[in-house]
């Protein structure tokens, strides 16, 4: 059974560091993974979708990368900023084409 | 404006009672999930659509239906077979397997 694990569970950092999420899988059979950011109290955005046959995929200040193989994609963020402070979210869509989802890392950036 | 409805945003259920959560959708996707969220823990899938007119369970049916008899819609009633039904709760639409999903805004459910 596909689980999905993201670590840290929550993250401070100080603004203007780049940093990593970590998300990890335990089946390679995937489709594609999928990176989110949540608000408090609001719905999911999409960040960056990353289909199987890719290794990457870059959005702004945001580039997240995929190795099937072992298991793992990393969410990299360049100069934080105050705003992008939320809970990230990480989702692989299985053999089943369901959405698997972790447990997601709260990040903190203090001004 | 395109997107996904959820309404309302906040809802209060007494014990016993149903309550219908609404989600309306305007991208023309044709499959349709709602998805339970818990504190610490990851989205759990309680129901999805992939056609007007089908549905099917997800991790977590019980005590929960739905129905799908227009494309754009996909209500949730929570029943009062839930015995823990304060959550939020996010509806999202997608379209093709390999594209990606789409949320709504939650609505947060409480029990009173």
């Known amino acids: 059974k596909q689980e999905v694990t993201q670590i840290p569970a929550a993250l401070s950092v100080p603004e203007g560091e780049n940093l990593v999420l970590n998300c990890s899988f335990t089946d390679s059979a995937i489709y594609n993974l999928q990176w989110f950011r949540q608000d408090p109290g609001k719905g999911l955005t999409s960040l960056l979708l990353i289909q199987s046959s890719q290794r990457e995929q870059t959005s702004g200040r945001l580039n997240a990368s995929l190795d099937k193989s072992s298991g793992r994609s990393t969410l990299y963020i360049a100069a934080s900023q105050p705003g992008d402070s939320a809970t990230y979210l990480c989702a692989v869509k299985d053999s089943n084409y369901q959405l698997i989802w972790g447990a997601g890392t709260k990040l903190i950036i203090k001004p | 404006d395109g997107g996904i409805t959820q309404s309302p945003k906040y809802l209060f259920r007494k014990e016993g009672q149903n309550v219908t959560l609404s989600c309306e959708q305007n991208l023309n996707h044709d499959a349709m999930y709602w998805y339970r969220q818990d504190p610490g823990q990851g989205l759990r899938l309680i129901y999805y659509s992939q056609i007007v007119n089908d549905f099917q369970k997800g991790d977590i049916a019980e005590g929960y239906s739905v129905s799908r008899e227009k494309k754009e819609s996909f209500p949730l009633t929570v029943t009062s077979a839930q015995k823990n039904p304060t959550a939020f709760y996010l509806c999202?639409?997608?379209?093709?397997?390999?594209?990606?999903?789409?949320f709504g805004q939650g609505t947060r459910l409480t029990v009173v």
């Open positions: 999202a639409t997608g379209q093709e397997l390999n594209t990606e999903a789409f």
